[in-house]
């Protein structure tokens, strides 16, 4: 019994200390512009400002962060729907920009909805959960074993009357208040240090008196904390094809779908490849893509890691038979020299048939229909190429490539959803 009043003591202790260290609330929102937040990939029309709130237009499905990472902290806002069954989120621990194959980041999310589910497996009322890589132990077992929180009390306002959140967050401890009760939580999340999201997901939603109250870090380690801002900006907005070459016979073709930009492969441009407006030089070209169709078996030339063509002793092309659903690529520059969508074609899909047969060393390739990444640097005449993480191609001298042009995405005569596109300049 001493023990325990002594370790109790201790525990009050270090909460009375971080207490006295810990800065006062500050505004996250000042009520006038956006200053401080960060459009990840939506359309400027997506986050605006009015009578004082953050105000969400739902379209597209996509998120806004903060400028800055946060750690352990006492957040507060509001919140409203303005129609029944409405959605969008709170991301707490974000990751900078949105992960593979996906309109959101990694991060813990705090559910802004409203409505319930009637087999009672979600609730608009406070669920905690993590979201694409993110990890937590919910407060208590989900009924399905998810890694998801539910409320353990239904307090929130329906449409069209305002909530008020308070997440408090301390060494990997996770919170939530919802109208002044706490209802919900989780521990060992991971990340336990990023950035702060608001989520757009279809429906209009409104945001205000945000502010928060930093508390004093427990030095997370690298592996707990969400990568940095690199400075990568989205070229594509969800809406529409600002910012892209926008020929008469593309219409109805290149399409933006919420956050997929959608090909069917039946352009009727004269140039039916999609370019940006914006040329570039040095840069970073993160994109997302996958094939839609059905595959069909074909033989197709296999690519070594070079990017060369493998050969046969006769000099004949190395062929091998994949599941095939088309072919695309992205244009750096130029459309010319460098054949650049060969460089891009989905070298995971090359597998070779019989172990002997030359490839690149890893086919890191998610199966069709999947989502993949593209990572692609260009400095001057040199390229690499990451997909799903792992380099598959490195060209040191890319003869012929121009110093400055476009960025394009390839038309071949085949559907491709691309998304996630983020661009970086180096120069």
Known sequence: MKRTIVLLLAFMAVDFCRAMFAADFVTLFNGRDLNGWVNVQCAPSTWTVRDGMIVCSGIPTGVMRTEK?????????????????GNAGLFIWSDPITARGQPFTRAIEVQVLDGNDPAGLWTGHGDVFSIHGA??????????????????????????????????????????????KVVSGASQCNPRKGYICLESEGSEAHFKNIRIQELP??????????????????????????????????????????????????????DKNLWTEKEYGDFELIVDWRFTTRPKTKKIPMILSNGDYAKNENGSPKMADVPEA???????????????????????????????????????????????????????????????????????????????GPIGIQHNSNPIQIANIYVRELN
């Open 69 to 85: 990472q946060y750690e352990n902290f006492i957040l507060e806002l509001e919140w409203k729907h303005l129609r029944k069954g």
């Open 135 to 180: 990890t937590m132990v919910p407060d208590r077992p989900h009924p399905k074993g998810w890694t998801r929180c539910l409320p353990s009390e239904l307090r929130a306002n329906p449409a069209g009357e305002w909530n008020h959140y308070r997440v408090e967050c301390r060494d990997g401890r996770l919170t939530l208040a919802v109208n002044g």
């Open 217 to 270: 870090s427990s030095s997370p380690t690298v592996s707990e904390t969400a990568p940095l801002d690199a400075g990568f900006k989205s070229i594509y907005n969800g809406v529409d094809l600002s910012g892209w070459r926008q020929e008469a016979g593309h219409k109805g073709h290149w399409v933006a779908r919420d956050w997929i930009l959608d090909y069917d492969g039946k352009s009727e441009a004269t």
């Open 326 to 404: 088309g072919y695309s690529g992205f244009y750096l520059r130029d459309v010319h020299n460098g054949v650049v969508n060969r460089w891009l074609w989905p070298m995971g899909y090359v597998k070779p048939a019989q172990p002997d047969l030359e490839s690149p060393t890893v086919f890191p390739a998610q199966p069709l229909g999947e989502w993949n990444r593209f990572h692609v640097t260009i400095r001057g005449n040199q390229v690499t190429i990451v997909l799903n993480g792992q380099t598959v191609s490195e060209k040191e001298n890319w003869s012929g490539i121009l110093a400055r």
